[in-house]
């Protein structure tokens, strides 16, 4: 299993461009996740989805959408980049709650995101 | 809202020592998860340990135990005998349990920069 996997790994956008961040899964799981990391800090949720055309706002759902198609691809779209968004962006995933709080989430290597 | 609180912004050790991240967190939650993840200098996301806020025993992976003081709110990552590869940031995390069984994520501290010496 490939496990998460997201392109690009690095882009450079002009202010007001527009992009998307791919984001895929092998392992079957219902739920995936957007975070993003900001230089010295924690990552924090974007958006997330409990399945197939199921998707909810994190706590930094601003400038962001996000479609949930299939059950193995959750793309993040920025419209009109800022340089607030440049930052780190991570995918995760994890498996239908089976038992309180036994999943375990996976993330994606991550994209670096510039914007200038 | 969920807060996970880790004051060391760094730390060094010297190999082979154990070494000791704090973290603390505050919830209205009644059950809940907490985890701890390293990310070393290439920057992926590893998990470690996981706690469930339920379970009696303290979770253990390997060389990483995790001392979890629920009347505290505290749940402590522990290394033992450290490692030069154990060298990286490290986050602490939480996951509530909110009503019908939602996916929300987790929510991080702000992490702890540990570098190991020989």
């Known amino acids: 299993n490939a496990g998460v996997t997201q392109t690009p790994k690095f882009r450079i956008l002009k202010i007001g461009q527009s992009m998307t961040l791919q984001c895929t899964q092998d392992?079957?799981?219902?739920?995936m996740y957007w975070y993003r990391q900001d230089p010295g800090m924690g990552l924090k949720l974007i958006y997330y989805?409990?399945?197939?055309?199921?998707?909810d706002k994190g706590e930094v759902p601003n400038g962001y959408n996000v479609s949930r198609s299939t059950t193995e691809d959750f793309p993040l779209r920025l419209e009109l980049a800022a340089p607030s968004q440049t930052s780190v962006y991570f995918c995760?995933?994890?498996?239908?709650?089976?038992?309180?709080?036994?999943?375990?989430?996976?993330f994606g290597p991550g994209t670096r995101l510039l914007v200038l | 809202a969920q807060k996970i609180t880790q004051t060391q912004p760094g730390m060094f050790v010297q190999e082979k020592e154990a070494v000791t991240l704090d973290c603390t967190y505050d919830?209205?939650?009644?059950?809940?998860?907490l985890f701890w993840y390293k990310q070393p200098s290439s920057g992926e996301m590893i998990f470690l340990i996981y706690?469930?806020?339920?379970?009696?025993q303290n979770a253990t992976e390997g060389r990483y135990s995790l001392n979890f003081q629920k009347a505290r709110k505290s749940a402590n990552l522990v290394i033992s005998a450290s490692q030069l590869g154990d060298s990286a940031m490290y986050f602490c995390?939480?996951?509530?349990?909110?009503?019908?069984?939602?996916?929300?994520?987790?929510?991080f501290g702000k992490g702890t920069h540990l570098i190991i010496q020989p």
């Open positions: 919830t209205s939650d009644q059950s809940y998860g």
């Open positions: 995390a939480m996951r509530g349990m909110y009503s019908g069984g939602g996916a929300d994520g987790l929510t």
């Open positions: 706690q469930g806020s339920y379970d009696e």
């Open positions: 989805s409990v399945g197939a055309g199921i998707t």
């Open positions: 392992m079957n799981h219902n739920y």
């Open positions: 995760a995933s994890s498996a239908v709650l089976s038992g309180p709080y036994q999943e375990t989430q996976y």
